[in-house]
T-cell receptor, first 115, second 114 residues
């Protein structure tokens, strides 16, 4: 089954508003990452949060991680039309002290920011 | 240089053709990855190379054959593909595999199989 599930599947907001996306996962993890993908292009890494961290900021991005609930959220503040993209969370499954060495991506949230 | 390059950008091939996708990075990364992405879906891992050795094969059909000639180059050889193999093929690299690092993605090759 999919390691990461995201909601909402699609989000439509006006420029200047905040956008919040959520990600849930099933197994223990070393870290959780968020990536952005503009239509039909490669993915761009946004932020990585380790399992022993609870919150991380990068510019207009704020990521939280709750390992007890196996969930994470990505908040984009003061959104811009250029933020329009798909956003994916990605987790690395971890068991017995060893990472499996691969990322599994969530289904993604399509964010549309209207000017 | 924090760029991963992929060639070609677009590829159209028939089911009997043999073609190759190429990926290159000059960041000194020792792990390289191939992903397949269908429209409106997340990337799905196909192969992982670590220190030029194949470390993960996600049960990919043998019509896809990866090759890592050196630490900067990753190829994906394609033969006898099916129309359902049409997708965006993404290459990525990361520093190492002690734990899962940030991955840097190329722009992808859009493959169409006729």
């Amino acid at each position: 089954s999919q390691q990461g599930e995201e909601d909402p599947q699609a989000l439509s907001i006006q420029e200047g508003e905040n956008a919040t996306m959520n990600c849930s996962y099933k197994t223990s993890i070393n870290n959780l990452q968020w990536y952005r993908q503009n239509s039909g292009r490669g993915l761009v890494h946004l932020i990585l949060i380790r399992s022993n961290e609870r919150e991380k900021h990068s510019g207009r991005l704020r990521v939280t991680l709750d390992t007890s609930k196996k969930s994470s959220s990505l908040l984009i503040t003061a959104s811009r039309a250029a933020d329009t993209a798909s956003y994916f969370c990605a987790t690395d499954a971890y068991a017995g002290g060893t990472s499996y060495g691969k990322l599994t991506f969530g289904q993604g949230t399509i964010l549309t920011v209207h000017p | 240089d924090t760029e991963v390059t992929q060639t070609p950008k677009h590829l159209v091939m028939g089911m009997t053709n043999k073609k190759s996708l190429k990926c290159e990075q000059h960041m000194g990364h020792r792990a390289m990855y191939w992903y397949k992405q269908k429209a409106k879906k997340p990337p799905e891992l196909m192969f992982v190379y670590s220190y030029e050795k194949l470390s993960i094969n996600e049960s990919v059909p043998s019509r896809f054959s990866p090759e890592c000639p050196n630490s900067s180059l990753l190829n994906l050889h394609l033969h006898a593909l099916q129309p359902e193999d049409s997708a965006l093929y993404l290459c990525a690299s990361s520093q190492g595999t002690a734990y899962t690092d940030t991955q840097y993605f190329g722009p992808g090759t859009r493959l169409t199989v006729l």
